[in-house]
């Protein structure tokens, strides 16, 4: 089984650029989610989807990220501008939505540079 | 709200030695409590989970952690660790219930010494 898919793996930008990241999850898991991991620190989730529907984006930079999963599958994260303190590792995560507990796999990350 | 305590940033051991790495959570409800390995330039992998029952918890690679909930702790120990081991450690916490997003630590780097 394909494990949770994410492009590019590094990304460098200068200061006030736009930037987009994207994740495609395992295949029939319903819920997705984006986490940031600034280093030295453990990941902070942004955004958390149930299908195409969003669940919580409380600790999202709304003034600057957005995120979107419009047919329930595929996810895009986007800063816009970006500043130097988004510099950090963003980790796509995805899980069933079954029973009580649900495993969630993490993809390999998309390391964020901003100059 | 859940938070978690790594109480070791860094921890260095020598090869084969044993190695415990300490988390502390707070919470109001029942939890879910999990530990993450990460390795240099790659994602979070699953070591193991405490969901209920058992107290002590049996992972992959050797670890193992338990659950004491009066001291609201879920330390991880190995009795011997190797080399391969070097890497970051996250403890997480959620609530015990459906899809609820993982809270985690800030991470303790172990680095095994030969």
């Known amino acids: 089984e394909a494990g949770v898919a994410q492009s590019p793996r590094y990304k460098i930008i200068e200061k006030r650029q736009s930037v987009a990241f994207w994740c495609n999850p395992i295949s029939g898991h319903a819920t997705l989610y984006w986490y940031q991991q600034i280093l030295g620190q453990g990941p902070k989730l942004l955004i958390q989807f149930q299908n195409n529907g969003v669940v919580d984006d409380s600790q999202l930079p709304k003034d600057r990220f957005s995120a979107e999963r419009l047919k329930g599958v595929d996810s895009t994260l986007k800063i816009q501008p970006a500043k130097l303190e988004d510099s950090a590792v963003y980790l796509c995560?995805?899980?069933?939505?079954?029973?009580?507990?649900?495993?969630?796999?993490f993809g390999p990350g998309t390391r964020l540079t901003v100059l | 709200a859940q938070s978690v305590t790594q109480l070791d940033s860094q921890v260095p051991v020598f090869e084969e030695a044993p190695v415990e790495l300490r988390c502390n959570y707070s919470?109001?409800?029942?939890?879910?409590l999990f530990w993450y390995v990460q390795y240099p330039n790659q994602g979070l992998q699953l070591l193991l989970k405490?969901?209920?029952?058992?107290?002590l918890v049996k992972g992959i690679n050797g670890f193992e952690a338990e659950f004491n909930k009066s001291q609201t702790s879920f330390h991880l120990r190995k009795p011997s660790v190797h080399i391969s081991d070097t890497a970051e450690y996250f403890c997480a916490v959620s609530e015990g219930s459906g899809n609820t997003p993982l809270v985690f630590g800030k991470g303790t780097r172990l680095s095994v010494i030969a």
């Open positions: 995560a995805s899980s069933l939505d079954q029973g009580s507990y649900n495993e969630q796999f």
């Open positions: 405490y969901l209920s029952g058992s107290t």
């Open positions: 919470s109001s409800v029942s939890v879910y």
